[in-house]
T-cell receptor, first 114, second 112 residues
């Protein structure tokens, strides 16, 4: 196990609702990244937070937002849910210090939008 | 970011060596090549990373030719538990955002 935890494990929402997903980083890591993985596809980068500031964003609309807290845990918020938001949401923590690009992933949150 | 191309799937048998080749013709000077493994309903897991020539660790080897336009992940003597999706990633580890760009991956099925 990587030491990265995510909650909840599974979640079912309906279109238009809002959802908050949570992630606890591995001890000692100052960076957290969020990815969306649709069924049968590779993970897609949503955004990254470094020391509580957004530090890069992928091609996702503004209704995807995030927070990182002083203890480096993080939240992913999605507003106005759409059916296509159904996916596995992965959080990955790392120590942004150059060198090896190793990110440690959590088990993910499976979101189903009905 | 350099685009990667890898086979969609591969079948193998227990005890055999599995080699997965990834093409990345537009790799940039600062880019590293990284491989991740993902089991169903789990997050990806780092396997190996290299810049050039050959890198070996306890689970795999990574072969990178001099032109760096491709790379080959080698899994020695696979077992049933090596059945997973393997992703080849290319990117600049020093870049701001440090994001990983995953392609479709290669689904490896190890048969008894």
């Amino acid at each position: 196990e990587t030491g990265v935890t995510q909650s909840p494990t599974h979640l079912i929402k309906t279109r238009g609702q809002q959802v908050t997903l949570r992630c606890s980083s591995q001890s000692g890591h100052n960076t957290v990244s969020w990815y969306q993985q649709a069924l049968g596809q590779g993970p897609q980068f949503i955004f990254q937070y470094y020391r509580e500031e957004e530090n890069g964003r992928g091609n996702f609309p503004p209704r995807f937002s995030g927070l990182q807290f002083p203890n480096y845990s993080s939240e992913l918020n999605v507003n106005a849910l759409e059916l296509d938001d159904s996916a596995l949401y992965l959080c990955a923590s790392s120590q942004l210090a150059g060198g090896r690009n190793e990110q440690f992933f959590g088990p993910g949150t499976r979101l189903t939008v009905l | 970011l350099a685009k990667t191309t890898q086979p969609i799937s591969m079948d193998s048998y227990e005890g055999q060596e599995v080699n997965i080749t990834c093409s990345h013709n537009n790799i940039a000077t600062n880019d590293y090549i990284t491989w991740y493994q993902q089991f169903p309903s789990q997050g990806p897991r780092f396997i190996i990373q290299g810049y050039k020539t050959k890198v070996t660790n306890e689970v795999a080897s990574l072969f990178i030719p001099a032109d760096r336009k491709s790379s080959t992940l080698s899994l020695p003597r696979v077992s049933l538990s090596d059945t997973a999706v393997y992703y080849c990633l290319v990117g600049d580890t020093q870049a701001a955002g440090n994001k990983l760009t995953f392609g479709g991956g290669t689904r490896v099925l190890v048969k008894p």
